[in-house]
């Protein structure tokens, strides 16, 4: 039974960093592309970062702040977060391309002084 659970959400001050984990079960996550994405109220959900073997890609708006990585013995992914701006605040969820596609829960990160 695949299973998705975020963790490391918060509030955190503009300019601050976060660390979110996805961990993993079910599949081992290095088999297949894993990715987060964010969605705000009202918005619609939007793709942040992918890990697909040793690749990684990242949306234009957070290029250069954000790092996305996986443990595979912990079979968890992680995505760190640095410069963290307004904007960035939003409900983060992992997903994995197996079979469909799952989603986690999410969790929320605030940006605000």
């Known amino acids: 039974q695949v299973q998705l659970v975020e963790s490391g959400g918060g509030l955190v001050q503009p300019g601050g960093s976060l660390r979110l984990s996805c961990a993993a079960s079910?599949?081992?996550?290095?088999?297949?592309?894993m990715r987060w994405y964010r969605q705000g109220p009202g918005k619609e959900r939007e793709w942040v970062a992918t890990i697909r073997s040793e690749s990684t890609y990242y949306a234009d708006s957070v290029k250069g702040r954000f790092t996305i990585s996986r443990d595979n013995f912990k079979n968890t992914m992680f995505l760190q977060m640095n410069s963290l701006k307004p904007e960035d605040t939003d409900v983060y969820y992992c997903?994995?391309?197996?079979?469909?596609?799952?989603w986690g829960q999410g969790t929320r990160v605030t940006v605000s002084s």
């Open positions: 997903y994995a391309a197996i079979n469909g596609g799952y």
């Open positions: 079910g599949f081992t996550i290095s088999t297949y592309a």
